[in-house]
């Protein structure tokens, strides 16, 4: 599980069709901090994100585990809306 930020959005006019209906998004990974960390990801959103919002993405076989996600081509889910972030360092 990663930490991210929406930057964007993807669209796809031609596209596998177990995907037709997905919102697939641009997320730029953030540290704990909040700080932009090298990389970005293309991921499906199952949570209803929006732009500039901090997210919780998951990847490999737990992203087919989001719901509305079970066997489609998807290395990459959005899973949860951060609402604040607490370290105790």
């Not at 006019?13 to 209906?21: A, C, I, M, S």
Request: with cysteine; net charge neutral.
């Amino acid at each position: 599980m990663v930490l991210g930020r929406i930057v964007g959005t993807v669209v796809a006019t031609r596209k596998d069709p177990r995907l037709e209906g997905k919102k697939l998004l641009v997320v730029r990974l953030v540290s704990p901090q909040g700080k932009d960390e090298a990389g970005y990801l293309v991921a499906v959103d199952t949570v209803g994100a929006g732009f500039r919002e901090k997210v919780l993405v998951v990847s490999g076989s737990s992203a087919r585990m989001a719901q509305g996600c079970k066997d489609h081509p998807i290395d990459a889910s959005i899973v949860g809306i951060i609402d604040s972030i607490e370290l105790d360092e």
